[in-house]
């Protein structure tokens, strides 16, 4: 079968940095993607990673190692309004199907 | 600025029901995704679509059906709603690109009773 795992919950202060890990194992892959979703709203694209190694967007990172199935999301200095939900999801070999990670929900505290 | 707009932000009806979820986009994207996001389960695909009347079973499509006749209109239709589809559901769509960023709407939380 398909499956995306994540660590349900991190929890980390203002400032900080914090890493979110997410291996996968899926029938083929062609990339994976990182969303935020706050509560109440909609999911909002961070990044994409079709190949090997480190993507930077401002204080998002994103990184994918496909020879361990293996991505992680690191957001640096912290702030309060990124405490949300991350999911991962990997675009499989069936051309426009996602699967989706069960979320990461991140707690930053003052 | 891309808009994705879904026809109702809550929705209740009654086991057995027809129940029609649309769903516009106003950004010419080919693709189109109907999710239902449940608590610890993330976003899971119900159907996609690549194309005006082409459509595509995601991973939980029991249940469902779609339809697109237009490009920009992506409808999810419950033949006849149970409880257990009591969830949030939510519309995406995407263009032809190689960042792949799903643009998603603000979700329609249906109750079945």
């Known amino acids: 079968g398909q499956s995306l795992e994540q660590p349900s919950e991190v929890t980390a202060v203002e400032g900080a940095i914090v890493q979110i890990n997410c291996t996968y194992q899926?029938?083929?892959?062609?990339?994976l993607s990182w969303y935020q979703q706050h509560d109440g709203g909609a999911p909002t694209f961070l990044s994409y990673?079709?190949?090997?190694g480190l993507e930077e967007t401002g204080r998002f990172s994103s990184f994918l190692s496909r020879s361990d199935s293996y991505g992680y999301l690191l957001l640096q200095e912290l702030q309060m309004k990124d405490s949300a939900s991350y999911f991962c999801?990997?675009?499989?070999?069936?051309?426009?199907?996602?699967?989706f990670g069960p979320g990461t929900r991140l707690s930053v505290l003052p | 600025d891309v808009k994705v707009t879904q026809s109702s932000r809550y929705l209740v009806k009654r086991t057995g029901e027809k129940v029609f979820l649309e769903c516009v986009q106003d950004m010419d994207h080919e693709n189109m995704f109907w999710y239902r996001q449940d608590p610890g389960l993330g976003l899971r695909l119900i159907y996609f679509s690549y194309d005006v009347k082409m459509k595509e079973k995601g991973d939980i499509p029991e249940g469902y059906s779609v339809s697109r006749e237009k490009k920009e209109r992506f409808s999810l239709i419950l033949e006849s709603a149970s409880t257990n589809q009591t969830s949030m559901y939510l519309c995406?769509?995407?263009?032809?690109?190689?960042?792949?960023?799903?643009?998603f709407g603000p979700g329609t939380r249906l109750t079945v009773t």
């Open positions: 999801a990997v675009r499989d070999n069936y051309g426009q199907n996602f699967v």
């Open positions: 995406a769509s995407m263009g032809q690109g190689t960042t792949y960023e799903q643009y």
């Open positions: 899926t029938s083929g892959f062609y990339g």
């Open positions: 990673n079709a190949l090997d």
